[in-house]
DNA sequence: ACGCATCGTCGATACGCATCGATAAATCGA
DNA sequence: TCGATTTATCGATGCGTATCGACGATGCGT
């Protein structure tokens, strides 16, 4: 591996200018420049990570924190991992993973052993472990999520509240006066996972506003417990039906058991659920959407955690920032209120 | 943060003798062990990853080089990443994500920078761009796949040639003599991912072995394709009809197919499936399953990648490691050979 | 033509750790 | 008891880069 000695040497050079020519820190005559990047190209030098580490402070490496809890929506979250990692060679930047595993330490260890220069935390849950670690490290540290406590922290996502407020609204406006609202699976609301609360939240409070009523029932893998909550649903309803269900894990449960009923989306039954376009568009009846802008959340996570690291003021920071969810009528709704 | 000279000041010793303690490589008189660990202790300190690279020449960091192809079955992509996580962890190691939207370039890249001391390749296709990259990089590479030419690459995957084979044999076992297998989704076949070619591979051998037929059918995400695959897999079939469908991604689709059609898997149809134990028992019908062992392999990925690590031997290597797979007979199939 | 600021480059140093050779201390045999 | 080993520790050096101060060269105004 050639180093930047070796191309200064090739150059006819110091090192130091290979260096200032990389960086441009410092004025270099366009005569010098070309022939240290010839020599640049000639050796295919790439500097050395780790002495660059060592001598500017900086890896260049942000560290991703993600959970593998079987229940969760995998799919969904590689989409934020593919996002997040490609979003950051954009900035320059690499990402490393650190599982859930290692717990609150395994942050302590990739800041104290300096692998990363900063980090983002996926699935942060309402009383997270790893948020009295996070407050305490002296890096840039960006949550992708809400926790009942955001002091002191940076953090971002899709403004479920909101969603379940629209949800609702546009439900209502169709002529709704029972909502029912399937939940995220059991494994997800038991861990707190913020963002079931905000969800429910914004829907119990546009409910109130609008004098409708929206009643919760348990989601799941489980096609039994899903008919259930579907029975109960339909058992409580006055007038036509409507479901909200934002997990994308149990929509083809819902969508048959609402078949088995003898219910069509559209027709005799109202429903939003969660799904990339082109499956939503696929269903028999396209479904009408609540997209919660997981590309968008990872993108933007990735440009605040890199302005921060740009900033290099590491004092303590402190921020929430809610990406819009977007709703998108199709035909498993009755009469959508506005287009599309 | 504290550095190995703070320690040694602490403990009254040199910096190098820090050095020994936590490597072992030298000799280190328990008295001088303890007061070393107690400063450790005392200041929380822990080595810098950079400077311990730049010394040491590791970084102790694996470069994982994904695709993210949204026909894929990320779900199960995440397992891998999953596993090859945490097992690195028990070796020690890091993961650093290494995107496919950077191509070949990003192998030269993470090497060249020497952020990393391994690879390991996931995705293989059969005429794969990075492969020639692979061949000339002078650190261990592991594929998790096998390429058309393996020569001068290690590789390691389930093996779907006694999959298919095995799969076929049973169906076979159980009195079918024609035997449909819808593909995978057709983005992976386009991509002559190499798997495809191997399972099809077994599959027809042991048809031929057997004298039964193995008819093949496009597999998809749609229903109209499978739908359409099923009807002509009846209409070719004598007597009762047999499946196999190793994707994932189509199962619940095939069932619906074949629920709409009238038949029963356990009792006039047989299928052998792809899911998680978990799920496979929650069928209505339970269902029988080839298991691909992405667990098993993603470790072995590892520990095969750690162990060249240790050789130190960086010169080419060559290998290939099949890991055996399992198929489970639940109810789905007739009159299983084996139970359970 | 002369002092002065500016530009471009060089040399030296620090970053934090691993490792090698050397040295001091402890152990052993005869 | 003295030299020969062995054991435990120290000091010095190198890894490859970034950065700072210094210095010669160049251009400026007067």
Redesign the interface.
Same mark, same amino acid.
């Given at each position: &591996?050639p180093t930047s000695k070796d191309v200064a040497q090739a150059a006819g050079v110091a090192q130091s200018t290979v260096s200032y020519v990389l960086s441009g820190k410092r004025p270099i005559s366009e005569k010098t420049r070309k022939k240290v990047e010839a020599a640049i190209e000639e050796l $295919?030098y790439?500097?050395?990570?780790?002495? #660059?580490?060592?001598a500017g402070r900086r890896?260049r490496?942000i560290g991703?924190v993600i959970p593998?809890i079987?229940e969760l929506e &995998?799919?969904s /979250? &590689?989409?934020f991992?593919?996002v997040i990692?490609?979003t950051a060679?954009q900035f320059d930047h +690499?990402?490393? /993973?650190? $599982?859930e +595993?290692?717990g609150a330490a395994g942050l #302590? #260890?990739?800041v104290?052993?300096?692998?990363c220069d900063g980090l983002i935390l996926m699935q942060v849950e309402d009383e997270d472990e790893r948020l009295p670690v996070a407050r305490t490290l002296n890096v840039p540290v960006l949550l992708i999520g809400i926790p009942r406590d955001p002091s002191g922290l940076v953090c971002i996502d899709a403004d479920f509240e909101v969603a379940g407020d629209q949800c609702v609204r546009d439900l209502a406006a169709a002529g709704h006066s029972v909502i029912s609202i399937i939940e995220w699976q059991p494994a997800v609301v038991n861990r707190h996972v913020n963002y079931v609360d905000r969800f429910m939240r914004g829907a119990d409070g546009a409910a109130e506003t609008l004098g409708v009523a929206v009643q919760h029932f348990p989601g799941g893998? +489980?096609?039994a417990i899903i008919s259930e909550s579907v029975d109960k649903a339909l058992a409580a309803t006055q007038g036509i039906p409507a479901f909200i269900a934002p997990d994308r894990t149990i929509q +083809?449960i819902l969508r #048959?058991a609402l078949a088995a009923r003898g219910l069509t989306p559209g027709v005799d039954v109202s429903v939003i659920g969660s799904a990339?376009p082109t499956?939503a568009e696929?269903q028999?009846v396209p479904l009408s959407t609540i997209d919660l802008r997981p590309k968008e959340v990872s993108r933007r996570a990735v440009k605040i955690i890199c302005d921060l690291l740009e900033a290099e003021n590491h004092g303590p920071h402190e921020s929430l920032e809610l990406v819009p969810t977007v709703i998108t009528h199709r035909s498993s709704t009755l009469r959508p209120p506005h287009g599309s």
């Open positions: &591996m $295919t790439q500097p050395n990570a780790g002495a #660059r580490a060592l890896t490496v991703l593998f079987p &995998m799919a /979250l &590689m989409e991992v593919s990692a490609s060679r +690499d990402i490393l /993973l650190v $599982t +595993d290692e #302590r #260890r990739v104290g052993q300096q692998i893998a +489980d096609v +083809d #048959r990339s499956l696929l028999p």
